[in-house]
């Protein structure tokens, strides 16, 4: 038997193993607190486990992080790290401190196939999925190394948005274990209310989510009529507008909080226009004869080369905010941080790189050691 990465499982995964291992069940729960509680990654530490059991587990199994590239922190607190996957390829984790609470974004692919026009990460192309291991061991990594860093036992990391590189409901089977480990009480013991998968439309898993882990839903919508959105997320082709807001829809009934958030990332004279706004009020206030119950984030654009596109100036980001809350429709604006560095993370990044590369990633990095500019984060996570 090839050793196991404990990492890639969830409490129910772990049982399974430690039964083929010719264990109870219930020692699972011991190793998995060990291992997301504790952060242990050494079998002898685990002290009130039988030596019998680490004895096994020692020769079965192994807890093996990912590999840190680089770390950048800025000086508003915000910490991104670059992680090494293999093969050239590297995902980011941003970790954004607030007064309230300690938001993780979260990686689920090397890249990503959806290829919307507006973020970064879609520019680089799909390498591959992330397997469970590598999307918990962001967390687990984050988790203990910011313990360890402000000296306490207490969680630090109250709130994970699958909103990194990657559209996570294309890497369904990975996601669902990572997300049940975040939430299960021997692991991270997160709310799902504080846990958000962010999607670009991917219908059918938003269903499977519904029926199998529902968390808080997080949808990039972008644009108000499918001509444009097919245009911004080539996904729309397959999963057009209507189709879409019915899952939000009969996502609803099952999810921890009573709205999807609709994430609209605001691009100069494209979509930020007073008749978008008129269209968005319609096809929100209006769609099925009901209407959805939502919350609008814009999201300012974080420009990078060859987009072709342009973030909307303040003044316009603020007057479609108000054209939307004059609706009725409950809108905030993204706040940025980090003002003093320069660079974005994931789903909706302005990076100047590929990330996903080897040679660019070190060709980044060093151009990061040369500056004194070194990043800024994608932005506050509603
Ligand atoms: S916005 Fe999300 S789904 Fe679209 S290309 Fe970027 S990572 Fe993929």
């Known amino acids: 038997m ?81 992680f090494d996957v293999g093969n050239g390829d590297a995902v980011e984790t941003v970790y954004i401190p607030e007064a309230d609470r300690g938001t993780l974004c979260v ?6 196939a959806v290829g919307c026009r507006f973020c970064s990460t879609g520019h680089q192309g799909f390498s591959r999925n992330l397997t469970t291991g590598e999307i918990l061991a962001q967390l687990w990594f984050a988790e203990h190394f910011l313990r360890a860093k402000l000296g306490g036992a207490e969680r630090v990391i109250s709130n994970v948005v699958m909103m990194g590189m990657g559209e996570p409901l294309q ?16 692991g991270y013991g997160l709310s799902r209310r504080r846990v958000t998968v962010s999607t670009s439309g991917v219908v059918p898993m938003m269903d499977r989510l519904a029926a199998e882990c529902p968390v808080a839903l997080a949808v990039s919508l972008h644009a108000p009529n499918d001509v ?14 209507a189709e879409l807001l019915d ?22 004279g494209v979509n930020d226009q007073p008749e978008h706004g008129r269209q968005l009020v319609g096809l929100l206030r209006q769609h099925a004869g009901q209407g959805i ?6 999201i300012p654009f974080n420009p990078f080369p060859d987009s072709g596109l342009t973030c909307s100036d303040k003044a316009t980001v603020q007057a479609f905010a108000d054209q939307l809350l004059a609706a009725g429709l409950v809108t905030t604006v993204r706040k940025t941080r980090g003002d003093d560095i320069d660079a974005a993370c ?13 040679a660019d990633r070190m060709g980044n990095l060093r151009r990061l050691t040369e500056s004194p500019v070194i990043w800024a984060n994608k932005g506050t996570v509603q």
């Open 293 to 298: 119950h939502c919350k609008i984030n814009l």
């Open 2 to 82: 090839t050793a196991a990465n404990l990492l890639e499982f969830d409490l129910e995964g772990l049982a399974a193993f430690c039964e083929r291992l010719g264990e109870k069940r219930f020692r699972a729960v011991q190793l998995f607190r060990w291992i997301h509680q504790r952060g242990a990654s050494d079998f002898a530490s685990m002290t009130d486990l039988a030596k019998s059991l680490r004895e096994k587990l020692s020769t079965a199994a192994h807890i093996t992080p990912l590999k840190v590239l680089s770390r950048q922190d800025s000086s508003d607190g915000t910490i991104k790290w670059l």
């Open 247 to 268: 899952a939000c829809l009969r996502y609803l009934p099952s999810a921890p909080r009573d709205f999807v958030t609709f994430e609209y990332c605001m691009l100069a």
């Open 107 to 112: 990686s689920s692919q090397a890249g990503c």
């Open 171 to 186: 890497n369904y089977a990975a996601l669902v274990p990572a997300l049940k480990a975040m939430l299960d009480d021997h």
């Open 346 to 358: 994931g789903q909706l990044a302005g990076d100047v790189v590929d990330r996903t590369r080897v």
């Open 228 to 241: 444009l959105r097919s245009s911004l997320v080539p996904l729309n082709n397959k999963y057009p507008l």
